[in-house]
């Protein structure tokens, strides 16, 4: 079988740009599909940066314009790497040319930029997606079938946290390269749009939609040296992000992100209570899913820590991997994304989290930031 | 040495008075002190219980009417474990009478009763000391130990849970003997006053005052039947309750209680985060006192896992107990309790938690069942 | 109800005659039986010490020679706290005066030793009983009973091991109060009669008699200042041990203690794997029984940790403390024995383990230090 | 800078052969090197097979002999991926034709073999490796790291486990594809070779030569379908394997292998405990090394849970990876085994374990078999 080649043309190339291309060289190894990536062409503004960048991942050819990428005619992907600031220009201009886009999250600054995309790409019938990277992670994928089977009755509490320590010191600028996230301009909200992005994410999507928010942030150091003006400017942005509030189905949300939670380096944590199931999971142990059933024998009873590392389809995701025991790391939650893209191509039905679907968390970024400066009660806008 | 017998007039004969009962009868064996608890009298309405319970725990006698205890010559304490509704009208006539007072938390209904009951025992001069027992966790205790050393240096967070499950089947009755926590007229409030009084209590002694809180609560089973009138009636309890808000040293708080989080028994947990250490706690495993050392070499940072259990007197009264490696039960925070009353009668310093330290305890919780009503922010009451 | 008065001769004061004394205290508070333990009298050879523990705990006089005390008309319970080398000839002058016996574990010094101790008690027809209380937490004896129900099915291992820290220090002395542990005199043998008799006792209970093993030893300080003759002595005991063998039942055991593993207090831990089902414990969260139920359904297979706190009975000993989720200590599984031990005066039914019973965990030292000496496999004796 | 090129012949398609090849592909994405594996060829006796996983991985060109393929002029690096009782005649011909050599572990069906191995790779003067892998577990490397700069003190225990559950299932049937590894003739052993050959390669590395050890083996399923002959046939290899020993550093070993524990999936755990420090690993976890440092300050000593996760040069090869806090998987351990590898082609010094570091572990799987055999302690071979 000859596989379609798919022409990838990535914008950036930090954290994310590294990532995503680690996903379109891994997936064909381990997944099957119609699909292939080709690693077409990296852009980036420094030449010297994108040259490097290609070189060592073998792109076949770099831009230092992202419009020129986007008007490439042997470009079928469009992947945005950069800041939130960027995303919303590139992606609309990509949708014109009728690229396929995969775009890094949050999609956008705010809900309104992240309308106009999704109306852009609809228009333009591209298909898209969102890199809400930890769907794919197999313990947080098999919860999600866990509650679609039902095990978990009636939901009554979920919570989320996303707890770091890196941002402590007071002398860390902001701004600039690694760190734009702490730059209003560039990154549209702190911990809020990086982290609790994330943890909304899955909460929507094993939980549905909620409508009701309360929410307060804080800024613990309030002043910091901006590494693109050279100058001690306020920080604009939310170190620290809590909110709580309702689920349409009715449970309860508790939510909470950091960056000043000394020993947590990324401790991405959920915990879902249902009638009859309970769920648990951490980032820092991505492998295991934490299932408490009530309908096992009372007296045996207790949190059953899965290690979810079986090479059957039971464990999603994981038969395509090595063998019972053996844990994948946190990159091949991208390359499960990609091989769902994929599979998206060859059927047809276009995998989540898409544009429009990752809107629904721009909405609730929105009305927790409303909260936290009004001080009151916000309704999710639908 | 002689020591100075100090008789026990107990009120009530459930879980608490079990609980406390047994700690008269350890503390003499384990702890020195000048004074020692005599079981003089208990009482309870129904003559046989009350009776039966004299046998079981060695009380000398029994009444049946709580005003004849304290009018008692012969009783020098009050110890009051009845339904929370009782506690001011006893307490008040206790103090009148010259007693001192071991009241079960929380204090009272609500900050305003509560504030009666410390006027009365300051007017009286009797020592009086309010059953948060956690406290006295040796964990807990080694906890506040660190914060007092400046260990932490300046907090960020404070994050406290306390979750339960006992309460999800919706044909629990409410009211009478054992289910009066579910009871608004006896217990004047679910889980706030159950379960986040102990949260709140531990919290303002580890890492003080809370000036601001946002507040929401929820009522998962709206209606159960009644085992006093013998009807379907309204709960008048919150299920679950979540607040954030600040501490008046600028760090936030974010508390969660629930009798719907299936897997928890008693899951009281929480989680400190400073500038130079974090600590975090768990009743389930209350022995042992997680701490994060920033101080550490970087390259073996990481969560300790410390089993407070040491003959030493660096682990907080666990001297007195057994040998390295061997854990006390729930109940010894009890006896840990009862020791630092009498420690403070033998040294004229009255040990803590007093009434007046359980009335903010009251006042928080007062502004947080405003805050869930109102839906706005609530400041604490001074 | 009128309670039949069992009267206590407790012989030592150490930290197992503390453990005994707070039992005899607790039991009755806790659990039912027509007999009640009333502390009779306290043995010492040193009469300030005698008197000091007295009054500590209660006991109604003193004796500072054993042979008196167990010729006292007054007591029905003869309970043996000291050194192990003074077992066996306490214990069969008090089967000879018709005294029932509660003795420290190990049984006795040896074997021969101790099979003399069983043939007195048991020509005296005297109830008897010992100490290895490890079998009395609740979460061990859920175990058993797991095992007696065949939830296991086939065994294959049982792995058990003790690990300690406290002797590493080599200026550390032997003999004498406290440290007569490391004495071989007066204890006979080092961490194999000390430590590894609890894991052979539960495992015999728990998993059947052994037939053959092989074991070594390690004495890693070779002499120590010995506190009786003021020099620096040989040092005769095992610091380390470490056998394996067979089961009767086909099922392979791994067994491992030391004084030497920096780290652990009292890390005693055993783990048995059958065909549907795998257990394990530690006694650091003593409160804990790790599960893993081959049944379960696959994808949601994995180790639960059940918290044994639930007062149902089918948690055993718990419904007779607290409520779910609140542990009790070490020193329960004391009150538990004696509870135990007292049903089976009730029921004319002795609780195990007897002397009979202890006699083959005896048996199993003997030969796993028979094959450390002499570096082959032995048979154990029956 | 241009590479040079590595081209590399790959023997095997198992589950090996994928994940060296996964490994040459991640390399040079992540770590720098003058050198670069080119994927030239796989050889496979199944034409279409070959073929398929050429396609799959991308190798350049097939071969189904092995010969061929050693003897091309093309090739630079052997790889052999193939059972055991293959390995010795593909590795000294390799050898013969100058070629380096990569060979799966266990290097060899005995010690006598494999010093064979040994002797072709130093007369021919090739670049030569064993995969013994775990060591590259960044968590592992650090423990390394740890006992070279001396934090342990004197070395008291190494305890190492390496447990399975996949073959309790009676009718599983030995030989053939996946199932080698219950064929004697195929493996040359069971667990020992299999599983316990890692965990012996890591103490060498970790804590010096063993001197003599003391075994015992067993087989529970006497009995199996051959899948190459189709008849019921006795099980030559050992089911379960447990040993003690010593090490020449004095410290006391117990290892333990087995596939009949119920529970497990891979679990190779390690602990190690000196004077100063121990150190606790766990395949299952991987990311994760459990430190206890007794330099510590007392009241707050305790296990430590290290997240070996830093992208900082003190976590072993994390700075090539991503984030703090965000996990790699078992597969990194191969890719950064071919890294040294490639520095050790750069640097002209060559990464460990050689064949010759891996025949250590070799003599010593002999000793444990031969004391399994004949019941008594055998020396290591030097």
Known sequence: MSKKNLNIGMIGY?????????????????????????????????????????????????ETDW????????????DICVPNNLHAEIAIEAAKNGKMILCEKPLAMDSAQGLKMVEAVEKAKVANMV???????????LAKRLIDEGKLGKIFHYRAKFLQDWTIKSDLPQGGQGLWRLDLAAAGAGVSGDLLAHCIDTAIWLNGPMSTVSCMTETFVKERMHTLTGKVEKV???????????????????????????????????????????????????HRLQVFDYTDESKIRGWKSVHVTDNSPEHPYMEKWWVPGLSIG?????????????????????????????????????????????????????
Chains 1, 2, 3, 4 share one sequence.
């Open 236 to 286: 604009g942005i939310d170190d620290a992000c809590i909110f709580f509030g309702k689920f349409a189905n009715g449970s309860l949300a508790n939510f909470e992100s950091t960056r000043y939670a000394r020993g947590h380096k990324a401790a991405y944590t959920f915990e879902i209570n249902g009638e009859n199931m309970s769920l648990g999971w951490d980032l820092h142990d991505l």
């Open 131 to 141: 890199w809400y990277n930890y769907r794919r992670i197999p313990a947080v994928t």
């Open 330 to 382: 946190y990159d091949a939650s991208f390359t499960h994304q990609v091989a769902d893209f994929l599979t998206g191509l060859d059927t047809g039905k276009t995998a989540s989290p898409t544009f429009r679907d990752a809107l629904e968390t721009q909405q609730i970024l929105d009305a927790i930031l409303e909260s936290a400066k009004t001080k009151q009660w916000v309704s999710v806008a639908k």
């Open 67 to 78: 419009r020129k990428l986007v008007a490439r005619k042997d470009i079928d992907v469009i």
């Open 14 to 62: 930090g954290f994310m740009g590294r990532a995503h291309t680690n996903a379109y060289c891994q997936v064909s190894h381990f997944f099957d599909s119609q699909h292939k990536p080709v690693l077409k062409a990296v852009c980036a503004r420094d030449e010297a940066k994108a040259k490097s960048f290609a070189e060592q991942w073998g792109y076949e050819s770099i």
